[in-house]
């Protein structure tokens, strides 16, 4: 990691991200009224004034000892904010907005964190410049927190708009005709992961790189969009029991679901939820959806998921010239490629973007939306978990995860790297996730 640049330059970049990625959280948290800190937005998620701690929490619990040698100051607090929730089998949290401290005392606590952890890490990169270990981990310090402020911003999407001040988005660029025609994907080979001795950085779930076959198949160009998901809804998809896998039918029965979470039907016509407003249904926004509703528009289409192994090889491969860092090629993201990176709080048309199609003719793989395949969320060979963070990705190993590729609006430009996997379960309909299809 250190090969290219010294060790202290190095160090200092990496502090000046961790600065960069404060000011994305701060900023976030200051959508919120303060009168709305101790709500709870999604049910299977805590309060938001858990958050606002736990940013501080996680990166001291990490960096203290294990890299500073620093004694604990709120010992209390750095268990309380230590672990976020993501509650499996209907279980759902029942504390109480007294429970949790006043935002003055998760204030102080915001503001020593930082102060001990950033006095002492000035001196670690001055006088003793960072090795592989302490960049590694100030790594994860700052990707765990850009992650967060993606998933606190489809948190306080669902928040009541007058719980947040307003923003505006850029112009929505004018954009053509949508041809949904499918693309041919030739038979080839797919690199997923990253290799152990490399100079990327990595979390523990994307070693180690291995090769796969993958077969011809068809793609769609675009993700699917409202106006085809509508085309869905119409037909009675979610009314249609062959669609859908068991334990989907029964969740989708039992909970009352009917549509996706981002849609509200109002005197007959469809309207669509913005994190800042209510308006008519986007017909060219890419519609997001849990993995249950995806699998059965799917079904509904005569097509299927794409395998993590597809997706990448449509995104990232190209014929005969090995593979790319990015769909259109080897240049870094910028706004002309994109939906990502916090450009935009909203969607933007699927075709929006024609600059980041990939090698094969497929567009808007990175952001504007991640993209549910099929495959569940698995350790690849030779997976070994983080020894200072066991649990981040082997706990979720269990079957009930699957992994999502590409990007939303708010995904970070660093975690468009092509071995990045996010996942979810199944019946989670709140993350900004849509998808494709191959075809069968």
Known sequence: ???TQSAAA?????????SSARALSDD??????????????????HRIIFYTGHLEAFDWNLLHERALRLRPFHPEFDRLFAFGIDPVGGGLPTDQPSDWPSRQQVRDYVTGTRSRLDENLATAVSHSSPSDDLALLLNVAIEHRLMHVETLAYMLHQLPFDCKIQQTDPPEPNCPPITPAM????????????PR????????????AHTLHV?????DPYKVTNQQYLEFVSAGGYDDRSLWRDGDWLWKNANGISHPAFWRKANGEWRYRTMFAEIALPMKWPVYVSYAEASAYACWAGKSLPSEA?????????????????????DAPDFSRGNFDSQRWNPAPVNAFPRGQSAFGVHGMLGNGWEWTSTTFAPFPGFEPFPFYCGYSADFFDGKHFVMKGGSARTAACMLRPTFRNWFQAHYQYVYAG???VGQ
């Open 1 to 3: 990691m250190l090969a």
């Open 10 to 18: 190095v160090g200092h970049d990496l502090i000046g991200r961790i």
């Open 28 to 45: 976030i948290f200051r959508l919120v009224h303060a009168h709305a800190l101790y709500d709870r937005p999604i049910p299977e998620r």
């Open 183 to 194: 693309v041919s994907i030739p038979a080839g080979e797919a690199t997923l992961g990253l």
């Open 197 to 208: 001795q490399g100079q990327i950085f990595g979390w523990d779930n994307e070693f180690e």
């Open 215 to 219: 077969p011809a198949f068809e793609i």
């Open 310 to 330: 597809q997706w990448h090889r449509a995104a990232y491969c190209a014929r005969g010239t090995g593979e790319r860092s990015y769909p259109w090629g080897n």
């Open 435 to 437: 998808f494709r299809c």
